[in-house]
Structures are given as C-alpha cells and as structure tokens.
Nanobody, 125 residues
Framework: QVQLVESGGGLVQAGGSLRLSCAAS????????MGWFRQAPGKEREFVAA????????YYADSVKGRFAVSRDNPKNTVYLQMNSLKPEDTAIYYC??????????????????WGQGTQVTVSS
C-alpha cells in the first residue's frame, strides 16, 4: 500500500544543481515524517535531510547545510530535495523514506520502514 518513487537524479557538474522528487502513496501524506538518505559505494547509508510530520521543521546533515533544502507539497503527496552547489562527494544513490504516523523525525535509517527505489546522483569534477 505504501510506495515511494524517486526521480530527478542525473549527472551534473560540480557547482550545479538538481532537484529530486519523491512521490508517495499509502496514507495521508502530512501525517508522516519524510527523510532523504544517500548511499555511496562502499559506505553506509547516510542521513541527508528530513521533514517533520506536518512539515513544520526541517533537518539537515552538517555536510549539506546551506546547500540542500527539503520541502513538501501536500496536495501532490510529493517531497523534494533541492540540491545546490553540488560537490563530487555528493555522488550517491539518493533514497526517500517514510517514518511512522506522527513519528518524531530521526536521522537513523532504521526509523524508516518504507523506502523508494533510489535515484542516482553523479557529480563530476
């Protein structure tokens, strides 16, 4: 019943921008926190950004603060990750994830039960 579908990844030069989208189904969208994670080859899945349920608060990893912005479009059941000033170290597969009903945001992948298929972001130097 719950599906998350990411899109918007691609190849971009360092300093460029991309906007990732995550279309969600399977519940009243605003009742769930949404997270963005990324995973590079040989590395653990890493927290990137999150929205609290209701969308009132945003959270970011130190590595992306000031460069990335997460937002939510409730009528479209879609969350976005705007990525600016991209760096080669941002290269990874990016995943969106949904937490539990009215759950407090978390930076831990284990707190999210539903995941999208991922979208590849490659930043060239």
């Amino acid at each position: 019943q719950v599906q998350l579908v990411e899109s918007g990844g691609g190849l971009v030069q360092a300093g460029g921008s991309l906007r990732l989208s995550c279309a969600a189904s399977g519940g009243t969208f605003s009742n769930y926190p949404m997270g963005w994670f990324r995973q590079a080859p040989g590395k653990e899945r890493e927290f990137v950004a999150a929205l609290s349920w209701g969308g009132g608060s945003t959270y970011y990893a130190d590595s992306v603060k000031g460069r990335f912005a997460v937002s939510r479009d409730n009528p479209k059941n879609t969350v976005y990750l705007q990525m600016n000033s991209l760096k080669p170290e941002d290269t990874a597969i990016y995943y969106c994830a949904r937490g539990g009903w009215h759950q407090t945001y978390s930076e831990s992948p284990s707190a999210y039960n539903y995941w999208g298929q991922g979208t590849q972001v490659t930043v060239s130097s």
